[in-house]
């Protein structure tokens, strides 16, 4: 018995000298201030080499055959628990539901103003007690449905204009919201009560009154995800820094990653030119932002998608990874762009080579070590 117990002794301690040498790997700082915790990452992820591969696994949507299958504009998928697949056309407006295998299941809703009918469907999301959220931008309302596809309830937005809208377990609500006045033009995040009146604005991002004489790519902007415990995740792609904040406004975790000015090459500006009129006026700063946004995994975990140039011609862009605590762990390689994440999963809309648009689930395969 005695022998027993000091083999177990033995063993936790290793466990622990293991923990502490794998944590002293990480070359970046944390501390508190004001209230704020500050994370501040090297240049190096904590793991150098990554295995990460994703796997079709399904497809949906067809250029010919049946209707049900066909996509006009996906604006929006979302994902319930069952593996049942949601898709939002803004121009086709009705929401068709597919089960896990890809089988057309229902449509939801219809084109109109009347209750429980949709102008224009500009996203989706099923909440912690199962019901879908269409945001309907043409109408300025939000329409609740259960997942059968049974009209719950509506709430008519009469102050702001819904780009995107996101409901927490908590029942917080927030939405992205442009504004004009005569004098200022700006975007904001604002939270909302039942009633969808603006409670509090989060962020204010300003805009340019009047488009500038030449057209300006590659300039930084905002982004922003609603956190599944209803923090806010944000970040300005003028500087390397992600914040987290409280669905009441205050700033909670900031997250920054030292990194290299990315320069705007030859390519990209050509790209550029050949997707605006030859008459347009075309200004390009020297370099690329620190980022141009961030999406979350079904774990809790941010991907960066940055500017940084690829080691193989086949990858679209790299994504810097940070685990929960907000550490700078991987990098990995990028061809699409994640709509929905869960259960080890992720879903995409894409195009086809005719342009098409269809949606994509993917397996996710991926190791890290050193």
Same mark, same amino acid.
């Given at each position: ?228 415990? $209803? *923090?806010? =995740?944000?970040?300005? !792609?003028?500087? +390397?820094? %992600?914040?987290? @904040?409280?669905?009441? $406004? *205050?700033? =909670?975790?900031?997250? !920054?990653?030292? +990194?290299? %000015?990315?320069? @705007? ?5 050509? =790209? ?99």
């Amino acid at each position: 018995m005695r022998r027993f117990i000091l083999v177990a002794l033995i063993l936790v301690l290793l466990g622990a000298c293991s923990h502490s040498q794998k944590s002293t790997d990480w070359k970046g700082t944390i501390k508190e201030v004001g209230g704020i915790i500050i994370i501040k990452n090297p240049k190096a992820p904590l793991y150098k080499k990554t295995n990460f591969k994703l796997e079709v696994d399904l497809k949906i949507g067809e250029a010919e055959g049946q209707e049900e299958y066909m996509f006009s504009h996906l604006s929006s998928i979302a994902v319930d628990d069952e593996g049942n697949i949601y898709s939002a056309d803004d121009k086709e407006i009705a929401i068709k539901v597919f089960d896990k295998n890809g089988n057309f299941i229902r449509t939801i809703s219809r084109e109109g103003r009347g209750p429980g009918e949709i102008g224009r469907s500009y996203h989706l999301q099923i909440t912690a007690e199962n019901e879908l959220v269409v945001t309907d931008g043409r109408n300025r309302k939000i329409l609740f449905f259960s997942l059968k596809g049974e009209h719950l309830r509506s709430k008519k937005l009469k102050t702001v204009f819904p780009l995107e809208f996101y409901t927490d377990s908590m029942k917080n609500y927030f939405v992205l919201n442009p504004v004009r006045t005569p004098t200022e033009r700006w975007f904001e995040i604002d939270r909302l009560d039942e009633d969808m009146n603006i409670v509090s604005t989060l962020i204010k991002y300003p805009m340019p009154l009047t488009p500038p004489e030449a057209y300006q790519p590659f300039l930084p902007f905002f982004s922003f995800k609603v956190m599944a415990d $209803g *923090h806010l =995740l944000y970040g300005d !792609s003028k500087n +390397y820094e %992600l914040q987290i @904040i409280s669905p009441e $406004g *205050h700033i =909670l975790k900031k997250i !920054s990653r030292e +990194y290299d %000015l990315v320069p @705007i090459k030859e390519a990209d500006k050509e =790209l550029i030119r050949r997707n605006v009129p030859k008459e347009q006026k075309v200004e390009f700063p020297s370099h690329h932002a620190a980022f141009y946004g961030f999406f979350l995994d079904d774990a809790g975990r941010i991907y960066v998608k940055t500017w940084q140039e690829p080691t193989d011609d086949k990858v679209r862009y790299m994504c810097d990874v940070f685990d929960l605590e907000g550490k700078f762990t991987a990098q990995i390689p990028l061809n699409i762009d994640p709509q929905v994440w869960k259960d080890g999963k992720v879903y995409t809309i894409e195009e086809d080579e005719e342009g098409f648009h269809q949606i994509k689930r993917y397996k996710v395969i991926w190791d890290l070590y050193n």
